[in-house]
């Protein structure tokens, strides 16, 4: 009974995760089944239809919208079906949507286009009740494909994995081209060894269940991807006639064998001293645990000390010495340097951004924070606010984020309502907090009342209506103090969210109680390691006698940083690729960078309730953050949160 509990528990928490993933829409084509081609055969249906096949979805869209013009109601209805189709597929999803509103059919193919461009703004809990609505009883195979890739697609962007999975086993069940099935499959496996071997053994349907085996597969696939693994043996003896034998399973053997290598001889470029050494050991110990754990050995680690030493030296250096990769470097400046040499042989794991396109072998990983504010974003925008009210410090740091938070809402198509600064240095914040929800406005209307009439009247504050969401940056000192203040100030109704930077990392019920209902999101071994995490970063860093949040992400920063060494060419080949990190699960842009995402909780009772990975929407890729003038010191590196 005990087990059905965890069952039941990891289901409704696996329900409200979300993750980094990209639509299956992506790895598997879906045929043009969503719109019946009228019958009018002439030279602009020839162009459209040659523009389509050209990829130049936009200028097809437009040609069928012409053709839309001249026919029956019946026939425009197809042909601006058909232009719908192709600006959602060019990427206009505005055009799509404008020309779905005025179509009056409800055929499957419009309901799956209506679902398609729901998927695409992010809005997932609307795509399912679309999707929900199909009568799949007089569904074509071609159709039948596209229900399944939308429905897993939807399940990724609102973070069930495993019913994500399931929808991808349904589709290896339709007919499919080869290398089609191979790359469903593939996200498939991939999807599930998101997941924790604990988690995924707790998930275990019953054996007749299609889903055991693909879960016994990607469990044997984490624990040793090679021929000589025993559990894969066993898997094949049990599965002969298992599709993932034909072309799958060599596949990911092979990709196995290669991410998995040793380490070999690591070179790590960190400053021994200088305004960034307390971050750079701390960096440093994540890196030598992770040597430990991975490759039982930390002998073939070497540090060369950035500070005063150009980064040309250190990297012919480190070549000489023979050096198979390098870590670092971790401020700006000297990455940028690393960007500049003409010679890069060897894969280089650094530890800030790039501007531009990273060089070859080379990437970058780093706490960005404004990646964190990209996902707290998706996390409200999936939950269905709209209207935001931003309360951030009176620093360059929060002006910074609070204005990408800004960007990127707007971006998304909500509103930014009101933006209130505070003062980090007080410990009373109820000027800012009227002023923010327009209490202020309230007692002022009061006192004119009262002077107008000269009468005794009863007076009730009342804050702004105008809003569903409050996001607040501030640090856990902070937090703790602003959440009570705003639940005075008649804000208990209005959700809070916020970035990591609010959790400091511990779990305190008594002091973190303050901060009840606030959601935020951070690495996955501060929220719930058991389920994404392999390496142990909790037990880890406290051998290294570390207890705040920023030593615990920047630890994990390292231990990252070592197991991203193997990865680098899986991830950087395939964009699909995932690998479960400690700071988040790690992708790869063909640019070079590596996105982590993170996990998403929030505070009851004091303790962290963890809702699963941040939502991953397909909006929210394209985001830059803006540029600001700051100072050297406040710029040069990416401060974790």
């Not at 327009?438 to 107008?452: A, E, M």
């Not at 959790?503 to 019920?509: F, Q, R, S, T, V």
């Amino acid at each position: 009974m005990e087990h059905s509990n965890d069952m039941s528990a990891l289901f409704r928490r696996l329900f409200f995760i979300a993750i980094i993933a990209v639509s299956l829409t992506h790895c598997t084509s879906v045929p043009n089944g969503h719109i019946e081609q009228p019958a009018p055969n002439n030279a602009l249906l020839e162009q459209a239809q040659l523009a389509s096949s050209q990829n130049k979805h936009l200028q097809a869209a437009k040609l069928y919208e012409q053709l839309a013009k001249n026919v029956s109601s019946n026939e425009a209805e197809n042909f601006l079906g058909m232009a719908a189709d192709a600006y959602l597929k060019g990427g206009d999803i505005n055009s799509a949507e404008r020309i779905v509103a005025t179509l009056s059919s409800q055929s499957t193919g419009i309901q799956l286009l209506q679902a398609s461009i729901l998927l695409k703004q992010g809005k997932t809990e609307q795509s399912g009740r679309v999707l929900d609505a199909i009568n799949t009883g007089l569904l074509t195979n071609s159709q039948r494909i596209e229900l399944h890739t939308l429905r897993s697609s939807a399940f990724f962007q609102s973070g069930n994995l495993y019913e994500s999975a399931r929808e991808r086993v349904k589709l290896d069940a339709l007919a499919l081209p080869t290398d089609e099935r191979i790359l469903n499959q593939n996200a498939l496996v991939e999807t599930l060894q998101l997941l924790s071997i604990q988690a995924l053994d707790i998930l275990k349907p019953v054996p007749n269940d299609p889903m055991f085996a693909w879960i016994e597969l990607a469990i044997a696939l984490k624990v040793q991807p090679s021929n000589n693994n025993p559990a894969i043996t066993l898997w094949r003896q049990n599965y002969p006639t298992h599709s993932a034998n034909n072309g799958l399973l060599p596949h990911l053997l092979q990709k196995g064998q290669q991410a998995h290598k040793p380490s070999g001889k690591v070179a790590v470029f960190l400053p021994n001293t200088g305004p960034y050494a307390s971050t750079a050991q701390q960096i440093r110990q994540g890196i030598m645990s992770a040597a430990y754990t991975l490759d039982n050995t930390t002998t073939n680690v070497t540090f060369y000390d950035s500070h005063n030493t150009a980064i040309t030296t250190l990297y012919q250096q480190a070549l000489r010495d023979g050096m198979q990769a390098i870590i670092g470097p971790l401020d700006k400046q000297r990455v940028a340097e690393l960007h500049q040499l003409p010679d890069h042989s060897i894969p280089v794991i650094a530890l800030n951004k790039f501007e531009g396109n990273a060089p070859n072998q080379t990437v970058s990983l780093s706490l960005n924070p404004e990646d964190d504010v990209v996902q707290v974003a998706s996390l409200a925008w999936l939950k269905g606010y709209q209207r935001a009210l931003i309360l951030t410090p009176q620093t360059k740091f929060g002006q910074r984020l609070a204005s990408h938070f800004a960007n990127i809402w707007q971006q998304f198509g909500g509103t930014i309502n009101g933006v209130q600064t505070y003062n980090p240095k007080q410990a009373d914040y109820s000027t800012s907090i009227k002023s923010l929800l327009h209490i202020d406005n309230s007692q002022n209307r009061f006192k004119q009342l009262r002077r107008q009439l000269n009468l005794s009247i009863e007076f009730k504050e009342r804050r702004r209506q105008d809003v569903d969401f409050i996001f607040l940056i501030a640090s856990p000192r902070d937090g703790r103090l602003i959440k009570p203040q705003l639940r005075f100030h008649h804000a208990t109704q209005l959700p809070v969210f916020s970035t990591g930077k609010i959790y400091d990392g511990n779990h305190n019920p008594v002091a973190n109680s303050d901060l009840d209902d606030v959601y935020f999101c951070d690495i996955p071994s501060l929220i719930e390691p058991n389920n994404y995490v392999e390496i142990d970063t909790t037990s880890l860093s406290n051998q290294w006698g570390l207890s705040g949040g920023s030593s615990k992400r920047l630890f994990a920063l390292g231990v990252d940083a070592y197991q991203a060494i193997t990865q680098i060419d899986r991830l950087k080949n395939n964009t699909l690729a995932r690998f479960s990190g400690s700071t988040g699960i790690l992708s790869m842009t063909p640019q070079g960078k590596v996105n982590r995402q993170l996990s998403c909780a929030t505070f009851k009772r004091g303790k962290i309730k963890p809702l699963g990975l941040a939502p991953h929407l397909e909006k929210a890729d394209v985001f830059q953050p803006l540029e600001h003038t700051a100072t050297p010191n406040a710029s040069s590196i990416a401060i974790p949160l």
